[in-house]
């Protein structure tokens, strides 16, 4: 069979783990009753940056519980309106944003024009026991609310998040850089995760079976107790509400650990927790980096931990929960191939790639990653190309934000003048953009595309998160899919064709997926 357009796509997002993470958070407990024994089974399910420069402020400020006041003035600073506009955010332990007892925070920067927004606090293992010990000790009651009356909860965190969606977005603006478009598709996103846990009251119940005569067996779901949830920097509210909601209705409480590097948005929905009416210690936030981090997966109260980040330090997680015997998934880098047969629509081949590469600045593991086009198709790179370069820099809706930080910025700079040192072709060079937006500030780097040369190069090879998409060319399906299934990454691969048979053949033989460690 043929279709005018036929775009197939396998492996999907890491929203697919969200059953899995529904399964994380309760132990399944199968019990054989009869007159002569009662038997329980459960079934056991199961990017730290190196340096930062500290500071002692002379005076720790109280986080206001209402960030929009701040926020106006932080956006009119931007307009020339304002001139200083300083956010501190402390840890929210026990229903109340709490400073951390070293006294110490880090500097939050906005990747779009360099300067500093926020102070945020710097935790130790100190305070890490006092987010736990808060979380641990409302479990008690919290757990032995029905589902029923947690997910109510929930339904209000969720209209909640809909009311603030503009001021969220604006705080993801802020400290991540995307547009606000991408902005609100983030919190759009997160809440659909929030209106998933509203349902788990219908999908967790348990079922008898009467197995024999004097036998009936019977399963339910009981919460673990203290969930951790470690978050990345890329999507400050979608991110999170992976983990959060589900974790909080199936009875468990949590305490989350955002990137330092955007605190706000996760500040702000503390707030809005407390409003929806989530007891004090239901969830706790800890700010911090790798002491916080390993002191969290550390502690004997937290019983399961979720981790999403770079497939190194992901490996590092899970293997010091699985240590320790607590439940975990965790979550890493992706590569995603794409391939385009000489029969796809070159039009929308063009518009897909160009979104999937260049969205949210490439710092996300479903962007686009490498483009493998089956024979000669000039006009096909042309298109992405021409769209690809007549995206502008900013955070206005249809704009290309700033990667997260200096950092960033030089390891995307790298793997570009590595490719074209072996001989890669820079067929559009988003290095231009450093002289484009001089003088405004903010680590922006153009949309690139590389034609390489050799499929061993590291940019071939090796997650960028950034807006680079490397293009190669193959003779043979065969040769495409081999490319596909030997990189040791996930999450997704596509064909971009007009005949369904050939996207079928793809499809089946395509090896990307999501999975949990």
Not at 401 to 422: C, L, R, T, W
Request: charged share 20%; aromatic share 6%.
């Amino acid at each position: 069979m043929s279709v005018d357009k036929f775009h197939a796509v396998v492996g999907g997002c890491c929203l697919l783990s969200v059953a899995r993470i529904h399964a994380l958070f309760a132990n399944f407990h199968l019990e054989m009753i009869s007159s002569l024994a009662l038997n329980t089974y459960a079934r056991q399910f199961s990017h730290l940056s190196p340096s930062y420069h500290i500071f002692h402020p002379n005076k720790v400020q109280r986080h206001s519980l209402d960030l929009q006041n701040q926020l106006n003035t932080e956006l009119a600073r931007r307009m020339g309106e304002a001139t200083e506009s300083i956010i501190t955010i402390n840890n929210y332990i026990a229903g109340k944003h709490t400073p951390p007892t070293t006294n110490q925070y880090l500097p939050v920067i906005d990747p779009s024009t360099s300067t500093q927004i926020a102070n945020v606090a710097l935790s130790n293992s100190t305070d890490v026991q006092h987010a736990v010990s808060s979380a641990h000790a409302a479990f008690q009651s919290w757990s032995t609310l029905t589902a029923k009356s947690r997910a109510a909860i929930m339904l209000k965190f969720h209209s909640l998040i809909r009311q603030n969606a503009n001021e969220l977005a604006d705080l993801i603006v802020l400290e991540n850089g995307k547009n606000k478009t991408e902005a609100l598709a983030d919190v759009a996103k997160g809440n659909e995760t929030v209106e998933y846990a509203c349902s788990l009251p219908q999908l967790m119940q348990g079922k008898i079976d009467r197995v024999s005569g004097q036998v009936s067996c019977r399963d339910r779901r009981d919460a673990l107790g203290v969930v951790v949830s470690i978050v990345p920097f890329n999507f400050p509210f979608m991110v999170p509400m992976w983990t959060l909601p589900i974790a909080l209705v199936t009875g468990n409480t949590v305490v989350l650990k955002p990137s330092e590097k955007v605190p706000l948005t996760m500040c702000k929905v503390m707030d809005l927790i407390e409003e929806a009416g989530f007891p004090p210690g239901v969830v706790n936030m800890i700010q911090g980096t790798r002491d916080a981090v390993e002191s969290l997966i550390d502690h004997p109260l937290v019983k399961a931990v979720t981790f999403v980040g770079s497939s190194p330090i992901a490996k590092i997680v899970s293997e010091r929960c699985h240590s320790l015997n607590k439940r975990c998934t965790a979550l890493g880098g992706a590569k995603n191939h794409l391939v385009a047969l000489p029969d796809c629509d070159v039009e929308g081949t063009a518009s897909d790639v160009v979104v999937s590469y260049a969205g949210c600045a490439g710092q996300r593991c479903m962007a686009a990653s490498v483009l493998l086009i089956v024979g000669t198709q000039k006009a096909l790179l042309d298109a992405v190309v021409e769209k690809a370069s007549k995206i502008e820099p900013g955070v206005e809706p249809g704009k290309m934000g700033a990667v997260i930080d200096e950092a960033s910025f030089n390891k995307i700079m790298g793997y570009i003048e590595e490719s074209e040192k072996d001989g890669a072709k820079i067929i559009l060079d988003g290095r231009s953009w450093v002289e484009k937006t001089k003088g405004r500030g903010g680590n922006y780097i153009g949309p690139t595309v590389i034609l390489h040369s050799s499929k061993s190069d590291k940019a071939m090879n090796e997650e960028i998160f950034g807006p680079v998409l490397s293009v190669y060319q193959v003779d043979t399906w065969h040769e495409a899919i081999e490319i596909e299934n030997s990189n040791p990454f996930g999450n997704a691969a596509a064909i971009y064709t007009t005949n369904g048979g050939h996207a079928d053949w793809f499809c089946s033989r395509f090896r990307a997926s999501v999975s949990d460690n």
